[in-house]
């Protein structure tokens, strides 16, 4: 079976040995062979290892600055000058101010764990996370681009996900960058708020993009309140909509 695992799950199956007063550990143990011996192909969305990654209190200085890479090549051809523009995501800091993710990374990689992306236009990437990254076979690539934008753009319309920061911004500025640097110290909560919703956004988009069985996560959406992508009311029509299906470690040792 082919699972998605959230933020507060991933770690603890990764590197279990870290964890030792997780009072659930031998259900994570049980996660942790069923992906050694194949029972589940795991994945971990790449906005762990990129947005998530920044410090929170450096997160409205980052998206504030936040740029798309432009590189322009021009190459000579039947006598004239063909010039091609590629616009490429930005990229975040490495793991040289986060040993102990860095630390669960590698043990990520070792244990199987498929680390996929969702390509935003001037998004954040993290060069350290380039050569692990999971490739698609390109006959499934655009099959995957044109289905986790439709998610996105469907979780967006339910004021989840990306929409919170991009409903911060739109209150002080034009366009995300703008938006996020102009918004004044006491929203900077609420921006730290917003960058963790856009990351579940995006992971839930590509677990069902990727057609996976089920998202297993902890999270309750306390935090997020209502608007949440995890909230109980996003869930519902995700599960109707999409066979989205949210699953506890706990009860994901017990299905496999």
Same mark, same amino acid.
């Given at each position: 079976?082919?699972?998605?695992?959230?933020?507060?799950?991933?770690? !603890?199956?990764?590197?279990?040995?870290?964890?030792?007063?997780?009072?659930?550990?031998?259900?994570?143990?049980?996660?942790?062979?069923?992906?050694?011996? $194949?029972?589940?192909?795991?994945?971990?969305?790449?906005?762990?290892?990129?947005?998530?990654?920044?410090?929170?209190?450096?997160?409205?200085?980052?998206?504030?600055?936040?740029?798309?890479?432009?590189?322009?090549?021009? /190459?000579? =051809? *039947?006598?004239?000058?063909?010039?091609?523009?590629?616009? +490429?995501?930005?990229?975040?800091?490495? #793991? *040289?101010?986060?040993? !102990?993710?860095?630390?669960?990374? *590698? *043990?990520?990689?070792?244990? $199987? #764990?498929?680390?996929?992306?969702?390509?935003?236009? +001037?998004?954040? /990437?993290?060069?350290?996370?380039?050569?692990?990254?999971?490739?698609?076979?390109?006959?499934?690539?655009?099959?995957?681009? /044109?289905?986790?934008?439709?998610?996105?753009?469907?979780?967006?319309?339910?004021?989840? +996900?990306?929409?919170?920061?991009?409903?911060?911004?739109?209150?002080? +500025?034009? @366009?995300?960058?703008? $938006?996020?640097?102009?918004?004044?110290?006491?929203?900077?909560?609420?921006?730290?708020?917003?960058?963790?919703?856009?990351?579940? @956004?995006?992971?839930?988009?590509?677990? !069902?993009?990727?057609?996976?069985?089920?998202?297993?996560?902890?999270?309750?959406?306390? =935090? @997020?309140?209502?608007?949440?992508?995890?909230?109980?009311?996003? !869930?519902?029509? %995700?599960? =109707?909509?999409?066979?989205?299906?949210?699953?506890?470690?706990?009860? %994901?040792?017990?299905?496999?």
């Amino acid at each position: 079976m082919k699972v998605m695992f959230d933020s507060n799950t991933w770690r !603890i199956v990764s590197t279990p040995s870290k964890f030792p007063n997780e009072k659930s550990i031998n259900d994570f143990m049980k996660i942790r062979e069923a992906i050694i011996t $194949g029972k589940i192909e795991p994945y971990i969305s790449e906005t762990v290892f990129t947005i998530e990654a920044i410090k929170k209190i450096q997160r409205k200085e980052t998206i504030s600055k936040r740029k798309p890479r432009v590189k322009t090549k021009t /190459t000579e =051809k *039947d006598g004239g000058v063909a010039i091609s523009i590629t616009i +490429g995501p930005s990229e975040s800091s490495t #793991f *040289d101010l986060n040993p !102990i993710l860095k630390s669960h990374f *590698d *043990d990520a990689i070792k244990l $199987g #764990f498929k680390i996929v992306r969702l390509p935003r236009i +001037g998004s954040f /990437t993290n060069e350290e996370v380039e050569n692990s990254r999971y490739r698609l076979p390109t006959s499934a690539l655009e099959a995957y681009h /044109t289905t986790v934008f439709e998610i996105v753009n469907q979780i967006e319309s339910h004021n989840a +996900g990306f929409a919170h920061l991009k409903n911060i911004a739109a209150t002080y +500025g034009t @366009g995300l960058t703008d $938006g996020i640097s102009k918004a004044p110290v006491s929203e900077e909560k609420n921006i730290i708020k917003a960058v963790a919703e856009w990351a579940d @956004g995006d992971s839930v988009a590509i677990c !069902i993009a990727l057609d996976c069985d089920c998202f297993c996560t902890r999270d309750k959406a306390k =935090k @997020g309140g209502v608007d949440s992508v995890l909230s109980t009311p996003n !869930i519902a029509w %995700l599960k =109707k909509d999409h066979g989205f299906e949210v699953i506890s470690p706990e009860d %994901l040792a017990k299905l496999v």
